[in-house]
């Protein structure tokens, strides 16, 4: 009797037929892609702290210098307008893209005639590149040829330059920022939009809940959790960003487009200051920790509902 | 209990999957061996060497990439042996990418290059010196140069040779726009400059911009400014100790010009901060800018534009001390070969000195407007025809204005270049305070070139 | 009553089209303007005011592209780093996502954690220790380096996916063929997988797209035409052409085509592969 219920036990519980050698195999399944992503990532992590504490010289790594490079980071005031440039593109980026996918998200999420190619075109932006989308908009908003800039040159009959002069140069690389992204929100909080079943919407309608209300305690509830996970995923792609930014602009007017990844991008591979580079680097990836627990603690929170 | 088959199995969808992977696997290997068979070595006997450019053989539409190919297909010709690959790298990015492939031994094995970054690029180690090549010249072979032997040798070893000669602080200007403004003669100091750029600014049309954009490499700019600092006595960095020397009285006077331009006389946008050689010249080319500076080989493309047929004449940089002098020639800005590995040597060098031969260099006056780096190329009786006239005139001024080409010999010419660019864009877009906006500048490069 | 609820309907519905209408110029606008200047002859592109419309229509852009300059060669590229990430990811992905998905063992939650954590790391971060490593391993300027750096940073998201998918297939379908003979893995491949295409399909697109957009990586790794993907090439041509408009629009016109009608024949597969995890809970 015991042996046949140890036996099916063993089967139920799944992976492990064959006793202790059985815990080995899902390691060995797991192991290549481990091991691809540490050698690819956590190992030049470790390399790059360590280049971080060295005077480097091109290619060839100098002496130890402890933490000067971060020091001289901090006293650069150009390193307090990279940070301001980067919270602020985060920031106002998401103000424009979250809006923007659920509204759009929230009109696409019943049927109608032609949804299907209006959400297709909606998500077009989403596949180009961050380097075509930057010549896309460089060209669109350089005066006086690009039609952006001609269109606005009309409207407020002066020369519009907004890539070109420090106080709208952000909100230009916003713009084509947003254009790229919004439709990963977009896609994201429609589908789960569409989860929602039908039956939550008839009870609240019977009860008297007017569309506002609707919304505010029956749809929003049900897609708060991926919306987050949505501003979460696009918060870090934003803070990180390098490429879109260093195309659109490369980092002018007067630095004022220049978020703190093209700072390291510049100091590493422009000036070739690799030493420096990395200590701005390992900054910018300490400001991601920092920001990813925070989420973290805040999902879990969320999902305790 | 019963056994499904191997066989009902299979009938279903389930060994598909991997097979397809490996299907897709193979045609991924496959593919690589196909290009791995393109890329072989080329057939025994004959060397490969590749050879980096920023222009395009192919374009049929400009005229130096159409004498690069015919000299080039000359060279192929005159070396059976040698199988000559270009590789086309735009020149904004070929100091940065040889750099990069240098370090990695990835290098090409000749390549083209700024001859302000031939410094850089021997300090840092990645491009090799041509000595045992040039040991065995006579002493007429190595004057041939219009230009000086030291000016592409640093501590006393040859790194580079001219590919052509610019005398850059040339000003192309719109007659039309001039002449519409009641001015028959083009500006011959600063203050002509101001004054005729006042007189034309209007409605869509500017006198006169200077962009400041780092993307490329602060291109005109860096042109002008060593003989605009030249004119003032002055110079961007001191030539024994390789300092800063751009933000003393001379820059000071060049920076407070640039500014006022912008918020006295009104002429130049503040969006130059952030524009780039290429846009400035397009505005030109569109005939919404009056004036603008650059190098000489800008003419053999422009003149014959059709927008700018019998509009566009080219004069010489105006003079910053307002004296009625001409400015010292500024002959750097030109390009150079360079040859970054050792694997190849010989070929490589045989495509570097094919490159300065007479016959290469008459190919690319001819069909490329460019000038000639070699003293016995002039002897062709085409730089006595009327065509000619104005190519020989500049080479007149070269050598009546000469000057020590200083700006080849800077240190970390990437380093002043960010530092320039950050300064120019504070003083033009911030209106910031000149003389502390240099100092602060110079402070930065002298601690990075330490 | 019913009059004014009509109205009403009829207004929204108006409405509806109007928004979308307004966000789809907005989405297509850039793309539309740079396949007319594609389109256009070259002394059209810099008139004032401009031009919305090519006319006459030429394709004489397209065809310099493709025959004077180095993108056929970088599409060749592009297409080969995209297929050999593919199978390097959705191989190491399978193993790893159906043994996440399927077992219990030590150390699974911090092993699984490192992983996903590759995701707080910025790509520039490592952009520089590993263009070192590529140098001193001689592996600079091939393939093989990129295909390893781009399966690296997808293998952690295609992980994840794939988790989810097998999670989704119920464990009795395994036990079924382990019962019938079949190994551990024999179940996985003959069983599991195969129904899993979606979630495969789905990972695919998603790698496929993301390596043939990737830039930064590949400018800093590559040094010859025989291994610059289309992004890079794409970027040096454009640095090259200087002004000549129609030209730069049609190497973008040529990069950005067969993504578009890539994602327009899979875009199911893509959302799929975009919204799976996320819609979890």
Same mark, same amino acid.
């Given at each position: ?50 280049? %971080? ?238 920001? %990813? ?13 | ?195 005729? %750029? ?253 | ?281």
């Amino acid at each position: 009797m015991e042996r046949v219920e140890a036996s099916t036990k063993k089967r139920v519980v799944g992976g492990r037929r064959q006793g202790q050698a059985s815990s080995l195999f899902p390691w060995l399944l797991v192991l290549p892609a481990v091991l691809l992503v540490v050698l690819v990532t956590f190992f030049p992590i470790l390399q790059a702290i360590n280049l %971080s504490f060295h005077q480097t010289n091109y290619l060839r790594q100098g002496r130890f210098v402890g933490l000067q490079h971060y020091l001289s980071f901090f006293a650069d005031p150009l390193s307090r307008q990279n940070l301001k440039n980067s919270f602020a593109f985060t920031f106002g980026s998401l103000a424009f893209s979250l809006p923007l996918a659920l509204g759009l998200a929230l009109l696409l999420n019943r049927p109608f005639p032609g949804r299907a190619m209006f959400r297709t075109i909606l998500i077009v932006p989403w596949v180009v590149s961050q380097l075509l989308t930057a010549l896309l908009w460089r060209w669109l908003d350089s005066p006086p040829f690009g039609p952006l800039a001609y269109i606005l040159g009309l409207l407020t009959s002066s020369r519009v330059d907004i890539l070109g002069t420090p106080d709208t140069a952000l909100g230009g690389v916003i713009l084509a920022n947003v254009w790229r992204t919004f439709p990963y929100a977009m896609i994201l909080t429609l589908a789960a939009l569409q989860t929602i079943p039908n039956e939550l919407y008839e009870a609240a309608r019977i009860d008297g809940a007017g569309r506002w209300n609707l919304f505010r305690y029956v749809t929003f509830p049900m897609i708060q959790n991926t919306f987050l996970i949505a501003t979460i995923i696009l918060s870090i792609h934003y803070f990180n960003m390098i490429e879109l930014p260093l195309i659109l602009t490369g980092g002018g007017p007067v630095n004022r487009t220049e978020l703190l990844g093209l700072r390291v991008y510049r100091e590493a591979f422009v000036l070739f200051k690799f030493g420096f580079g990395s200590a701005v680097a390992m900054i910018m990836f300490a400001v991601n920790i920092v920001v %990813s627990l925070a989420y973290i603690r805040i999902l879990r929170a969320e999902s305790r509902y | 209990m019963k056994r499904p088959s191997r066989k009902s199995l299979r009938d279903g969808k389930p060994i598909t999957r991997r097979e397809t992977l490996k299907r897709i696997g193979g045609t991924a290997v496959g593919l690589m061996g196909i290009l791995r068979a393109r890329q072989a070595p080329a057939a025994a006997g004959r060397v490969t060497i590749r050879y980096w450019t920023w222009q395009n053989s192919a374009d049929t539409k400009n005229p130096r990439a159409q004498a690069q190919a015919q000299f080039l297909g000359a060279f192929r010709k005159a070396n059976p042996d040698i199988e000559l690959i270009e590789e086309v790298v735009p020149w904004q990015q070929i100091f940065h990418q040889l750099l990069q492939a240098a370090a990695a031994n990835k290098a090409p094995d000749v390549s083209k290059q700024l001859d302000r970054f031939v410094r850089p690029l021997a300090d840092a180690g990645a491009i090799l010196p041509l000595d045992e090549f040039t040991s065995s010249w006579s002493p007429e072979r190595r004057n041939d140069y219009v230009y000086a032997w030291d000016d592409t040798a640093f501590d006393g070893r040859k790194f580079a040779f001219r590919h052509a000669v610019r005398p850059v602080n040339i000003m192309y200007y719109r007659k039309d726009l001039y002449e519409a403004a009641g001015f028959k003669t083009p500006p011959k100091t600063a203050k002509e400059l101001t004054e005729m %750029s006042k007189a034309v600014t209007k409605g869509n049309i500017i006198g006169y911009i200077e962009p400041f954009s780092k993307s490329d490499l602060l291109a005109k700019f860096i042109l002008i400014a060593p003989p605009m600092y030249w004119t003032l006595g002055s110079d961007l960095t001191a030539p024994k100790t390789s300092k800063a020397t751009f933000h003393l009285e001379a820059g000071q006077k060049i920076f407070q010009w640039y500014q006022d331009m912008v918020y006295v006389h009104k002429v130049c946008p503040v969006g130059q901060a952030s524009m780039d050689s290429d846009t400035v010249n397009n505005m030109f080319m569109s005939g919404t800018l009056a004036a603008t500076m650059d190098h000489t080989s800008k003419w053999a493309e422009w003149s014959r534009k059709e927008a700018l047929q019998g509009r566009v004449d080219t004069d010489w940089l105006p003079n910053f001390a307002n004296e009625p002098k001409p400015t010292p020639a500024n002959t750097a800005g030109g390009w150079t070969v360079v040859m970054p590995n050792g694997a190849k040597k010989e070929a490589a060098w045989k495509l570097i000195e094919f490159l300065q031969s007479n016959e290469s260099e008459l190919i690319d006056a001819k069909m490329g407007g460019e000038l000639p780096t070699r003293k016995s190329t002039l002897k062709d009786p085409f730089f006595q025809a009327p065509e000619a006239k104005r190519m020989t005139g500049w080479l007149t001024y070269m050598s009546a204005n000469p000057h020590p080409a200083t700006s080849l010999k800077i240190k970390k010419l990437e380093v002043l270049i960010d530092v320039l660019a950050d300064a120019a864009q504070q003083i033009i877009a911030n209106k910031s305070e000149v003389k502390s906006t240099l100092a602060v500048a110079a402070q930065k490069y002298d601690a990075q070139i330490s | 009553m019913t009059h004014r609820r009509d109205v009403h309907a009829w207004l929204r519905l108006i409405g509806l089209y109007v928004t979308l209408l307004s966000a789809s110029i907005f989405a297509l606008a850039p793309i539309y303007w740079v396949i007319n200047t594609s389109l256009k002859e070259e002394r059209q592109n810099i008139s004032f005011p401009p031009r919305w419309w090519p006319d006459p229509i030429t394709l004489e852009q397209y065809v310099n592209v493709l025959t004077g300059s180095s993108i056929p060669r970088n599409y060749l590229n592009s297409t080969l780093l995209a297929i050999g990430t593919v199978v390097l990811v959705l191989v190491l992905g399978i193993h790893a996502g159906y043994a996440a998905a399927r077992f219990e063992f030590r150390g699974k939650k911090p092993l699984l954690f490192i992983l996903l954590a590759t995701v707080m790391v910025p790509g520039i971060v490592t952009l520089i220790p590993v263009y070192i490593m590529a140098v001193q391993f001689g592996l600079h300027d091939t393939h093989l380096v990129l295909i390893l750096v781009f399966a690296a940073w997808q293998t952690p998201t295609v992980v994840w996916l794939l988790q989810a998918f097998f999670e989704n297939i119920p464990r009795e379908l395994d036990e079924a063929a382990l019962i019938d003979g079949c190994s551990r893995l024999g179940a996985f491949y003959r069983i599991v997988l195969p129904l899993s295409q979606p979630g495969l399909a789905a990972a695919a697109i998603l790698v496929t797209v993301w390596v043939w957009n990737e830039f930064i990586i590949a400018l800093n790794l590559t040094a010859s035409n025989a291994t610059r993907p289309l992004t890079v090439g794409l970027f040096f041509f454009v640095s090259e052409s200087g002004i000549q408009w129609g030209k730069m629009a049609a190497a973008a016109g040529a990069a950005l085509v067969p993504i578009i009608v890539f994602f327009a024949f899979l875009q199911r597969r893509f959302i799929q592969g975009l919204t799976a995890g996320a819609t979890k809970g």
